[in-house]
């Protein structure tokens, strides 16, 4: 017969354990190896906050010719010249504005006057007075938040008419002199422009704008302005 390996005799009932060792360590060694997290395929990225949207500061502001807004004030001030810009302007520079009001002057002082108020009270009509309210712009999510672009050179003259040189003539869809005034800013042969009121010669409010700069006169329902 041949040799078989000796192994050390053990009490009745006791296995041999050297054998089975190497076994047992070997199940524990083998089996589904785990991949470092180095090697996983990227995951989806976690899923953003949406940042909700915004109103921009400053807003826009309409021009509302013949219009009032009564009540509101926190600031009143005269103004050197019969040109709503400035007033204007200083509304749209101040975040606590939300509307203003220029009258004409001799209408309640001597001089042109601007109300700035921290509400928007409701436009009713009045000659004399030009009016407008601050629109907030909603932002999207991302998106750069707008700024009013400066006001060009151009001057607003409340109750005024300037007749004739007219190159473009349109009507427009609302009672706002923005949109007339900001077409003449935007077209190099547009030294001014007059703005109608509804009514007065169409029943839309109308826009002319002027390859030359007559001068102004008076006239209620008309605004006009020119390159300065």
Known sequence: MPNRPAYPRLACGVLPLLPIVPLLLGALTLGPSRSSRADLP??????????????APGGMLSIEPSTDRLGGDYRIFDLPVADVEPCRRACAE???????????PGLVSAQPRCFLKKS?????????????MKHAVV??????????????????????DRLG????????????????????????????????????????PRCFLKKSAPAGRPKAGCTSGARL
């Open 120 to 132: 928007a009270p409701a436009a009713r009509p009045k000659a004399g007075c030009t009016s407008g």
């Open 42 to 55: 990227p995951g989806p990225p976690p899923p953003s906050v949406p940042r909700p949207a915004v109103a």
């Open 165 to 204: 040189g007219d190159y473009r003539i349109f009507d427009l869809p609302a009672a706002d002199v923005e949109p007339c005034r900001r077409a003449c800013a935007e077209d190099p042969r547009c030294a001014a422009y007059t703005y109608a009121d509804p009514g007065l010669v169409s029943a839309q």
């Open 94 to 104: 101040d975040s606590r504005c939300a509307a203003y009001t220029y009258a004409d």
């Open 139 to 160: 932002v999207p999510p991302g998106a750069a938040i707008p700024v009013e672009p400066p006001a060009p050179g151009l001057s607003i003259e409340p109750s005024t």
